[in-house]
């Protein structure tokens, strides 16, 4: 292997390599400062901190961002699903489809409510719930069918949406990481019964804090969504449901409206970086080691994480490599959901979601938040590149 130059220019021996960080919120809240302090100060001197101007205008804006009739603000993605599914009348003894590769939370709403959890496979090349494996799984129990967009590309909805309307299930997007996506030129969150996006600020419109919000077409789940969100009453004081407490701060709100306006630019952005990342690992010594993720056909995805595999068992060592040059990288997800401790009495096995667990042990997040700059990507690509330069060598010897 001749390829080897690279690795004395990065050694870690002399000058301290600048840090990579794998996000930085400060780049893209800094700039902004000033409009989302007046934004808040306008909130703080009118003193409508709850259900205000500004989360009735960041619900419009959602809702025509995902090409839907209504948006309802919440406190969180997790509160978004609960919602949903309870909206959808989840309880004991129903049984939710979802991926085991996702988010806690995805699965914890379910449990929450007394339902059944029930875990399937993804396909290997997007990360995403495999359809086949839904269908393997429906029983007279199920309830709904909860697919994530993971890492911002969503997953296959023509053909969950074609079991779901075989079966009369509605379909519930898990839609934190996706904010923004496309499928098929239709947004996400427009493409099932329900819609859930997250705020939580490492999200690809984050806030300051936490903050969700549900999206549908359906007006009548709409309105259920908003009572559910508000104790279950309608008017003050007359209780049709037991609800939650729910909802967007309009300081969060306020926020989050200066940022939306730049939500495409961001993605934009996402997606170049992504870009340049596949182009050079795929050309590179990378190409070797690591298999850059996958668009399907028809999808855009919004990068909400840039990630790779990993291959035949190398994935933590170019992680402590990466970290050795202070270059920020992260595993989503260690541990799938079906070997929780939590879900233990659940009975699923090692070995019951094989493209699941893989993907666990092989995957591994870079550095591709939209303020990213070229000199940073650069030190990530020379890295990976240089890593896969040195254990080609090691293992050709
Ligand atoms: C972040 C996330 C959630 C939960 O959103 P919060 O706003 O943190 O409650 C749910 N599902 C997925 C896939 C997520 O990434």
Redesign the pocket.
């Known amino acids: 292997m001749s390829n080897t130059a690279p690795v004395v220019s990065l050694s870690t021996a002399g000058a301290e390599p600048v840090p990579v960080p794998l996000l930085d919120i400060n780049r893209q809240n800094e700039p902004l400062r000033d409009e989302i302090l007046a934004a808040i100060t306008e909130v703080v001197d009118t003193g409508a901190f709850l259900k205000g101007p500004a989360v009735r205008d960041l619900e419009a804006e959602v809702a025509r961002l995902c090409g839907v009739g209504h948006a309802v603000g919440c406190a969180?993605?997790?509160?978004?699903?609960l919602v949903a599914l309870m909206a959808h009348g989840v309880g004991p003894g129903d049984e939710v489809i979802l991926p085991s590769f996702?988010?806690f939370?995805?699965a914890g709403c379910v449990s929450r409510l007394g339902a059944t959890p029930v875990f399937a496979d993804i396909l290997p090349d997007t990360f995403n719930i495999d359809p086949a494996d839904i269908a393997r799984r429906i029983t007279p129990a199920t309830k709904a069918i909860l697919p994530?967009h993971?890492f911002g590309q969503a997953a296959d909805m023509d053909a969950i949406n074609a079991l779901a309307a075989e079966h009369g299930l509605p379909v519930i997007e898990?839609a934190?990481?996706a904010i923004g996506a496309d499928y098929h030129g239709r947004p996400i969150g427009s493409l099932g019964s329900i819609g859930?996006i997250?705020?939580?600020p490492?999200?690809n419109l984050g806030g300051m804090g936490?903050?969700?919000m549900i999206t549908t077409d359906d007006a009548e789940l709409a309105s259920r969504m908003r009572i559910l969100c508000d104790h279950g009453q309608e008017p003050r004081y007359y209780h049709h449901m037991v609800g939650l407490n729910s909802r967007l701060d309009t300081i969060q709100a306020a926020a989050l409206g200066v940022k939306l306006k730049r939500l495409a630019g961001y993605a934009a952005a996402r997606g170049r970086h992504a870009a340049r990342y596949n182009e050079a690992f795929d050309n590179g010594a990378a190409g070797a080691v690591v298999t850059t993720p996958v668009e399907a056909p028809g999808c855009s995805s919004v990068w909400?994480q840039y990630t790779v595999r990993v291959a035949e068992g190398r994935r933590d060592a170019l992680q402590s490599w990466l970290s050795e040059r202070k270059i920020g990288a992260a595993i989503y997800y260690p541990v799938p959901l079906h070997l929780q401790n939590c879900f233990a009495d659940l009975g699923y096995q090692r070995g019951d979601l094989p493209h699941t667990e893989r993907a666990a042990e092989e995957v591994l997040s870079l550095p591709v938040f939209p303020e990213l700059t070229a000199e940073e990507q650069d030190r990530v690509i020379d890295a990976v590149n240089a890593y896969a330069a040195v254990t080609s060598v090691r293992m050709a010897a």
């Open positions: 969180s993605g997790t509160d978004a699903i996702t988010f939370a995805t994530v993971l898990d934190a990481q859930c997250s705020f939580y490492t999200k936490d903050g969700g909400n």
